[in-house]
């Protein structure tokens, strides 16, 4: 079992930025490949970003391409997603999984992911 924690969502104004933290336990953090979804109501939950295991390769939904930048640290089994210029359309609830994938690869489907957080909510004021 792998648990994750988010953190750091909340209130901010367009252009503005927040990073968010998702926390795990459980398991060899290094052999979980990562990544960030969102869903704001109504809505499918999306894919934002994604990480391999090293931190070496990493991929990002068009949407946010350029202005969210996603990284970890395994030695302190946390990952990241750092949120700058955002928009009020980047307002949903931010999710953090987790699936094992001991190689080299980013996972863009929530549906390979077996891990997942309870989610954060970031709002974007206009």
């Known amino acids: 079992q792998v648990q994750l924690v988010e953190s750091g969502g909340g209130l901010v104004q367009a252009e503005g930025s927040l990073r968010l933290s998702c926390a795990a336990s459980g398991r060899t953090f290094s052999n979980y490949a990562m990544g960030w979804f969102r869903q704001a109501p109504g809505k499918e939950r999306e894919f934002v970003s994604g990480?391999?295991?090293?931190?070496?390769?990493?991929n990002y939904a068009d949407s946010v391409k350029g202005r969210f930048t996603i990284s970890r640290d395994n030695a302190k089994n946390t990952v990241f997603l750092q949120m700058n210029r955002l928009k009020p359309e980047d307002t949903a609830r931010y999710y953090c999984?987790?699936?094992?994938?001991?190689?080299?690869?980013?996972?863009?489907?929530?549906?390979?992911?077996?891990?997942w957080g309870q989610g954060t909510q970031v709002t974007v004021s206009s």
């Open positions: 990480i391999s295991r090293s931190g070496g390769n990493t």
């Open positions: 999984a987790a699936n094992f994938q001991p190689w080299e690869g980013t996972i863009p489907t929530p549906e390979r992911y077996n891990y």
